[in-house]
C-alpha cells in the first residue's frame, strides 16, 4: 500500500479534474489545501482526468453516478494485493486480469458517528451492511427515510423500501441508505441515464422489486452493496447491478447489503449472516428465499443460490453449471450443477445423483429437452421422486428426505411428487415458512406453489366462507374470465406487473 493511505485525509482527496499539477521547488501545494478538496471525474473516458496525488502516486475514479452521487478522484489499489486495510477498503473501479484487480481507495466510517465522520462536507457516509456498523465515504446523500429523498426522480429511501420486504423481524439498520428511483415499471417511467427497470430485465420468476439499478459498467463492475449479474451468475444474464441481498452472489463483502461474503462450498460466494439455528436464518427470510442455517459453518443459506443465471446453451453458464431447462417450451433456461454420473440410478433417484452442498438437498431430475440432468435444489414446489421409475426399476430409499426445511414428498403422479407440506386450509401453507407463499390443493391435503397471472385458477377450489380461492394465484386474486363460460376464473395480473 503506497504512503497516501497513511492518512485518512489523503486517502480520498486526490489530484484530477483540474489536470496535472507540477510540483517543484519554485512552485509548492498546500497539501492541506489540496488535500480538503474533491475532484471530479469522469468513469467512462479513456483518460478519467485523475492525475496523481500530491506524492506522485496515480489516481483512480470513482463512479459514485450509478448511487447518484458526484464521481470523484481516490488513491488507486489492487484488489489481488490485499488491499483492503483497517482504515480503507478496494472499491472495483478498472478491468480484471489474471495479474491485477485495479481498484479505488475508500475511506470505511461508522454511519452511526456522527455527519462529520468523512472530514470533508462532499463526502457522507453509506451504510454497507444492514446490520453491523459498517460504511464507506462516498459522494452520496444518504436518507434516513423516504422524507429525506427530495428528488423527484430517486422518491424512495431504500431503507424504507428493505423494511417493506422483510419487515420488523429483519432488524435491519436501514438509516444511511440512499434515493433511488421505485414504480418503474408499473408507472411505465423511464430510469435516469446508466440505469434499467428491474422488473423488465428480469423474468417475474425472479421476483425482482420495481426499481430502477444501475447498468453495469464496461468492465462490469457495480457501486457498494450492489453486484454485476453477469460477472457472477451467467453470461446471458443483462448487464445490470443487482442489490447484494441475502442469499445472493458475491465476490467482495463491499457487493453484500447485508452479512459477509462467504463461499458456498461450489465454486462461488455469496451474502450471508452468521447463526446457530434455523430460527437465526428466519429473520431473513422474504418472497425472495426461505433460509435454513448450515449449522457446520454456521451460515443462513437459501436454496436459490444454486440455481444460476439466464442461459441458452452451456457456453453461457459459469464455472462447472450447465444450462438446464425445467419446463417444455421454456425458451430460456437456468445454469444447473450437472447431475453426478447422469443416467445412472442412486437410492435417492434414478436418474444420478447430487450432493448435498452447505446443508441444501439437491435431486438428479431430467430436463424438459435432451440433455445431461440437473441437479436442483429440493425447495418447496420442487420435484422429488415417489416410486420406481420404469425404465430403471430403482426405488428411491427415502423420498421425504430429499427435501429441505422438514417439507414431505408429496404424490402428483405415480412415481413422481414434489417437496410440500400437508395441509387442511390455506392458513396451513401459509404458517409454514417453507410453504408461505402456496395454498391447499384439495384433494391432495397438500400445499402447491401459487399460480401465475393470467392462468386458470380452480373456481370449485374456495376458501372458507364460499369465496373465491385468491390465495391460489401469484396475485392473490382470482377472477372471472372475462368473456368465458360461466364459472370460469383466471389468476388477475400481479400489481405492478
Not at 337 to 358: A, F, H
Not at 430 to 456: E, L, M
Request: aromatic share 6%.
Amino acid at each position: 500500500m503506497n504512503k497516501l493511505l497513511s492518512s485518512r485525509g489523503r486517502a480520498l482527496f486526490v489530484a484530477a479534474a483540474i489536470g496535472f499539477i507540477t510540483l517543484s521547488s519554485s512552485c509548492k501545494v498546500d497539501e492541506t489545501s489540496f488535500n480538503a478538496k474533491l475532484f471530479v471525474c469522469n468513469p467512462s473516458a479513456v483518460d478519467s482526468t485523475c492525475s496523481t496525488d500530491s506524492n506522485g502516486a496515480p489516481m483512480a475514479c470513482v463512479p459514485a453516478y450509478q448511487l447518484g452521487g458526484q464521481n470523484f478522484c481516490a488513491g488507486s489499489c489492487d484488489r489481488k494485493a490485499g488491499s483492503d486495510g483497517a482504515e480503507t477498503v478496494c472499491m472495483a473501479t478498472g478491468a480484471e486480469t489474471d495479474s491485477v484487480a485495479p481498484g479505488a481507495v475508500l475511506i470505511k466510517c461508522d454511519p452511526t458517528a456522527g455527519e462529520d465522520v468523512c472530514g470533508n462536507q462532499g463526502l457522507s457516509c453509506l451504510r454497507t451492511d444492514l446490520r453491523s456498523s459498517d460504511g464507506v465515504c462516498l459522494t452520496v446523500s444518504p436518507c434516513q427515510s423516504t422524507a429525506d429523498c427530495h428528488d423527484p426522480t430517486r422518491a424512495t429511501c431504500m431503507g424504507d423500501l428493505l423494511t417493506t420486504t422483510y419487515g420488523a423481524k429483519a432488524q435491519f439498520q436501514t438509516d444511511h441508505t440512499y434515493c433511488l428511483q421505485s414504480g418503474c415499471n408499473a408507472s411505465g417511467s423511464a430510469c435516469s441515464p446508466g440505469e434499467s427497470c428491474l422488473r423488465k430485465m428480469l423474468s417475474r420468476a425472479a421476483l425482482p422489486p420495481d426499481i430502477c439499478v444501475p447498468n453495469c459498467d464496461a468492465n462490469q463492475n457495480c457501486p457498494p452493496n450492489y453486484f454485476c449479474i453477469p460477472a457472477l451468475y451467467s453470461k446471458a444474464s443483462p448487464p445490470i447491478c443487482i442489490p447484494g441481498l441475502p442469499g445472493f452472489r458475491c465476490k467482495t463483502k463491499l457487493d453484500c447489503l447485508v452479512g459477509d461474503c462467504v463461499p458456498s462450498g461450489s465454486g462461488f460466494n455469496f451474502c450471508s449472516t452468521t447463526c446457530g439455528s434455523d430460527d437465526d436464518c428466519a429473520q431473513l427470510d422474504s418472497e425472495q428465499e426461505t433460509f435454513i442455517c448450515n449449522k457446520d459453518k454456521g451460515q443462513c443459506i437459501g436454496s436459490r443460490v444454486f440455481i444460476g443465471g439466464l442461459c441458452h446453451v452451456d457456453a453461457d453458464c459459469r464455472g462447472s453449471e450447465i444450462c438446464g431447462f425445467t419446463s417444455t417450451g421454456a425458451k430460456d433456461g437456468n445454469c444447473f450443477l450437472p447431475c453426478k454420473d447422469p443416467g445412472v440410478p442412486s437410492p435417492t433417484s434414478p436418474y444420478g445423483s447430487c450432493d448435498t452442498i452447505s446443508s441444501v438437498p439437491q435431486m438428479c431430475i431430467p430436463q424438459a429437452r435432451t440433455a445431461p440432468p440437473i441437479c436442483v435444489p429440493t425447495a418447496f414446489g420442487n420435484p422429488c421422486f415417489l416410486g420406481a421409475v420404469p425404465a430403471t426399476g430403482v426405488l428411491p430409499a427415502s423420498a421425504d428426505a430429499n427435501c429441505m426445511g422438514g417439507l414431505t414428498c408429496r404424490p402428483v403422479s405415480a412415481t413422481t411428487g414434489i417437496c410440500s407440506s400437508l395441509c387442511l386450509t390455506d392458513d396451513d401453507c401459509i404458517k409454514n415458512r417453507f410453504s408461505a407463499t402456496g395454498y391447499c390443493q384439495i384433494p391432495g391435503n397438500f400445499c402447491r406453489t401459487p399460480v401465475k397471472d393470467g392462468d386458470a385458477c380452480d373456481p370449485l377450489a374456495t376458501s372458507p366462507g364460499g369465496v373465491p380461492h385468491n390465495q391460489q394465484c401469484v396475485s392473490k386474486s382470482c377472477i372471472a374470465k372475462p368473456a368465458a363460460t360461466a364459472g370460469e376464473r383466471i389468476c388477475d395480473k400481479t400489481p405492478g406487473w
